[in-house]
């Protein structure tokens, strides 16, 4: 299964940095009995690992070389591949330049590399159907891609709604090689009019669709802001110091699953 990481945003949120987003350092790991800094997006890479990931797509812009020469060829017991997207034209058009390496019959699973989430293997929950995302409580859905249910079954996605009728947020999704090649090509059918992959989703569940939604995530933090970073930096403290539910506000974290040490270039320490 692949794995696919959006890493060609700006990241203006957060400006200004002399490095990509992707690789802020937020906590640390061992490396030979060394603390060392931790790049945000090693977080999700260890999930879609978790997750059952083998191979990982980083989409980057042409300004973004200094993720490839952070990570290399691999990351842990995952390969990496890097494909460009000239331009940030949004989640779907990132999504769906990884069908350049993506194969016809393999799935994907996609997070966002600046957001750090608990419990760490909650995308073993996601089934293996075309379409299912994991789900999160967050206090102020209205920042978020909200996701109104009927049971598990996806009825709508209200993408940065003021007035979001669920607390529900995605974290991460996953498709089935059909569910991929479905929703690809609705997007081309739309003139790739879809920035935001929620939009992209209401139009394929309205022609039929079937989006799944599991309430398996606990905490969710976006760390693409000044106040989410020091959220996270907080809750990596806290989980770091042994405390099981680590008090946040979108929610109290699962225990973490411990992930093996890795240095920079993947490889395990």
Known sequence: ????????????????????KELLPVGSRGDDGTARPCAVSEYLLERLIMGGADKICFVIS????????YFGDHYGSA???YVVQPEPLGLCDAVF????????????????PDTVWFPAAALRALPGADLSFLLFPVEHPEFFDAVVLDGDRVTEIQVKQGSASSKWIWGAFRMSARGFRELQALWNERDRCDEYFGTLVNAYLAAGGRGTGVKAGESYVDVGTIDGYRTAMALLAETSAGNGRARLRAGASAEATPAAPMTNNGVIA
């Open 1 to 20: 299964m692949w794995g696919i990481v959006p890493a060609a945003g700006r990241g203006s949120r957060i400006q200004p940095l002399a490095f990509s």
């Open 62 to 69: 042409p300004g973004k070389s200094d993720i490839l020469e």
């Open 79 to 81: 390969q990496l591949a």
């Open 97 to 112: 330049r990884a069908s350049t390496v993506v194969g016809r019959d393999e799935d994907v699973t996609v997070g966002l």
